[in-house]
């Protein structure tokens, strides 16, 4: 996970422990695997009510648009509403905005962020 991590996100390598990270703040998570190999993942955190998120959507770079990472966040989408969440917030740079807008169906939103570090 550290691996694609740090390829899809452009940095060092770290040892997190995505795990225990996982196990405690999300409701669930999605992951792709080709003989055994983490290709892809993304993690649908939540409030523990009404509300999820959608976090670290990431495609190894040699599957990247071929259609996988929208599979990847259709079944999160599909698992947050069998869940009972009544919405599935993301957050995205701007060079990604087609693909969450026009692949897999997020409509734009008035939002606030305050950059803390």
């Known amino acids: ?14 040892e997190d422990d995505w795990s225990g990270q996982v196990s405690r703040f999300s409701l669930g998570w999605v992951t792709m695997r080709i003989s055994g190999a983490l290709t892809g993942f993304v993690n649908v955190a ?39 969440c009544e919405w599935l917030h993301v957050d995205f740079d701007p060079h990604l905005r087609g693909f969450y807008f026009d692949r897999c ?13």
């Open 1 to 14: 996970m550290n691996t694609l991590h740090a390829e899809c996100f452009e940095h060092p390598l770290t």
């Open 46 to 84: 939540w409030d523990g009510g009404v509300h999820a998120f959608l976090l670290d959507t990431m495609m190894t770079s040699t599957l990247r648009r071929k259609g996988y990472a929208t599979l990847l966040v259709e079944e999160a989408v599909t698992h947050a509403k069998t869940s009972g």
């Open 105 to 117: 169906g997020f409509v734009p939103t008035d939002a606030g962020l305050i950059q803390l570090r």
